[in-house]
Structures are given as structure tokens and as C-alpha cells.
């Protein structure tokens, strides 16, 4: 499986955590985030991150910010993303299962590495739930995307 994690000055150590964690699990990750602590605007790296998705170069995207937040609100403006702040292995599982999520938020500031790495390694194992009740929410929510 290919991933990419992307990440602000906020991220920096979590996101050579979870890089190292993924490499562990065989999982290649491209690095779209920076490797210092100047300030950078978190919504050029989920942007980036999220394209990379919805282009196919890679199956799911990781985003990591101070809160998670900043990251998600901006993932979720890329037309075919489907961002989701994960607090708790819990927030992975039922992200992929009931709402297909195709890209994980993870707040540096308020989530620990082991607890990340929980978190990164559940929405990598849980496959989407294809029940129709299921697909068609989620296709609910990406009409919204031209509903406007
Ligand atoms: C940067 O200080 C911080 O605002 C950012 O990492 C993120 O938490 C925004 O949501």
C-alpha cells in the first residue's frame, strides 16, 4: 500500500513518528510535509496530501497539525476527499467503516505517538463497509460537493 502524510511546524516529531511507524508496517509513505519548524500554512499541505489522493498517486492520505482540525477543514475543501479528525483508534475504524474516509487528521498537541500510531494503523487495516445503507450516505455527502 502506498500512503501520504503531510504535516505543518506543529507536526514535525509525530509525523517522523508515524513515517517510521509505517515503515514498520510495510507501508510505503511519501513525505509531503516539512522537516522544520518554520511556520507553514497547513492548509498548502492538506491540499497537497488531499490531491494525492484523489489523483490515485496514493490510496490514503494522513494529516497532521497542532489540532487535527486545521488539516481537516482544509483536506475536506479537495473535491473527492473525505477527511476525518481521529482522536481514538475508535474515530479510524468507524472513519473507514461507515464513512469511507480516505484521509486521517491527527492533532500533535492533543494525541500521543503511541496512540497516533494506533490510530494510523487501524485506518490502514479497516477496510470501508460497502453496505448500501453505508455508500449511500457516503454518496450523500459527496453530492454535497456540487449541491451548492
Ligand atoms: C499552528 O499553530 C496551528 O494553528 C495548526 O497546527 C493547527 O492546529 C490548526 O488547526
Do not use: W
Request: net charge negative; hydrophobic share 40%; charged share 25%.
Amino acid at each position: 500500500m502506498k500512503v501520504a502524510i503531510g504535516n505543518d511546524h506543529a507536526g514535525v516529531e509525530l509525523k517522523q513518528e508515524l513515517l517510521e511507524h509505517l515503515h514498520q508496517m510495510g507501508v510505503d509513505a511519501v513525505n509531503l510535509g516539512v522537516d522544520t519548524h518554520e511556520s507553514v500554512d497547513y492548509p498548502d499541505v492538506a491540499a497537497q496530501v488531499g490531491r494525492a489522493v484523489v489523483r490515485g498517486e496514493v490510496e490514503l492520505g494522513f494529516l497532521v497539525c497542532g489540532t487535527g482540525i486545521g488539516v481537516c477543514m482544509a483536506a475536506n475543501k479537495v473535491r473527492g476527499v473525505r477527511a476525518a479528525p481521529c482522536c481514538y483508534e475508535y474515530h479510524a475504524r468507524m472513519a473507514r467503516q461507515h464513512n469511507h474516509a480516505n484521509v486521517c487528521c491527527i492533532g500533535s498537541r492533543v494525541t500521543g505517538p503511541e496512540l497516533a500510531k494506533a490510530i494510523v494503523t487501524d485506518f490502514i487495516n479497516t477496510p470501508v463497509d460497502e453496505d448500501e445503507r453505508h455508500c449511500r450516505r457516503r454518496d450523500k455527502i459527496m453530492a454535497l460537493e456540487s449541491a451548492e
